[in-house]
Nanobody, 115 residues
């Protein structure tokens, strides 16, 4: 059974940092494109960052220069390093693994940025 388990969320002050992790129980993890999405209350789910199977990264304009996505294929894990966090980054963050017809999601981890 495929599982994606996120961790690392929490409460942080504006300007602070958090690192989210997502461990995927997926065979051949390295060939999946991995993504982080987020969804704030009353908002649509938003694509935050992507790292392809070859390591190419893409970011939403709202997080460029502040967030970094990375992966460790040996650990079946994708990370999202978040720096200089802002109140508008408050959301549930979801990990997503996608490959051709396969599309898997984690349960989400809450990130709250507040003083």
């Amino acid at each position: 059974q495929v599982q994606l388990v996120e961790s690392g969320g929490g409460l942080v002050q504006p300007g602070g940092s958090l690192t989210l992790s997502c461990v995927a129980s997926i065979s051949m993890f390295s060939i999946y494109h991995m993504r982080w999405y987020r969804q704030a209350p009353g908002q649509q789910r938003e694509l935050v960052a992507t790292i392809t199977s070859t390591g190419t990264t893409y970011y939403a304009d709202s997080v460029k220069g502040r967030f970094t996505i990375s992966r460790d294929n040996a650990k079946n894990t994708v990370y999202l390093q978040m720096n200089n966090l802002k109140p508008e980054d408050t959301a549930v963050y979801y990990c997503n693994a996608v490959k051709t017809l396969y599309d898997y999601w984690g349960q989400g981890t809450q990130v709250t940025v507040s003083s």
